[in-house]
């Protein structure tokens, strides 16, 4: 078995694990994904590793938010409103991201989240705001 293999084991594990402690705990298990660059997001073909996520997250009961498909009149970012291509953000977006997620964590907990008015549907939807 290869180095890689047993990371992406020991990672699963952790992850199983978590779910579990959490449920024996009555602790809702919320996952997120913070956003990165709009043209990281593009160039690395994020909706493959969306699609595996969803997958993954679904399978565990877990509810799972990726920010990187946050509608651009919800939070929005470009390229210069992050320091590097990784992911970390800028003063002004981190705050405004914080209180976008603590809207949505808010709304998930009280019932009336409605998935529409934070996120596009697709990657696809998302590509066509930030190429107009």
Do not use: W
């Not at 043209?39 to 699609?51: A, C, F, I, M, T």
């Not at 964590?105 to 705001?129: A, P, Q, R, V």
């Amino acid at each position: 078995m290869g180095r890689t293999t047993v990371y992406k084991n020991a990672v699963i594990s952790c992850r199983i694990f978590i779910k579990e402690y959490c449920d024996k705990n009555g602790i809702e298990l919320i996952c997120v994904t913070s956003p990165i660059t709009p043209s990281s997001v593009k160039r690395l073909g994020l909706d493959v590793v969306n699609e595996k996520f969803e997958k993954f997250f679904g399978e565990l009961g877990v509810t799972y938010y990726n920010f990187n498909k946050a509608r651009m009149d919800v939070l929005p970012r470009e390229d210069n409103d992050y320091a590097d291509k990784e992911g970390h953000m800028e003063g002004h977006l981190a705050e405004e991201y914080s209180q976008v997620l603590g809207e949505v964590i808010d709304k998930h907990i009280d019932g009336t989240l409605n998935m529409k008015d934070y996120f596009y549907d697709s990657f696809e939807e998302l590509f066509k705001t930030t190429e107009e």
